[in-house]
């Protein structure tokens, strides 16, 4: 079975400055995490709150999703973080 995200639920997470997300590959969950890095560019400084920070997430999501399946293909893993370097 492949990976889908049929929950379009995300949330920040202040304290490591990152979005999570879940997958699913058939009934097995995968936790992701996007550092706040990925999604901040293109903010202004003094808009990089919560609110701004998941209004950017879901902007690139199809680019998140794509780079999640990518990763998750390439070493399966309960729990997948993304980086800069993986855009």
Known sequence: MSLMFPNAARSYDDS?????FL????????KFFVDADVVIRGLPHQGANERALLVAFDRMLDKIHAV??????????????IGRADL
Request: hydrophobic share 35%; net charge positive; proline share 0%.
């Open 16 to 20: 490591k400055r990152r979005i999570r």
């Open 23 to 30: 997958g699913h590959d058939g009934m097995f969950e995968v």
């Open 68 to 81: 999640a399946a990518r990763l998750y293909k390439k070493n399966a893993r309960a729990s997948i973080t």
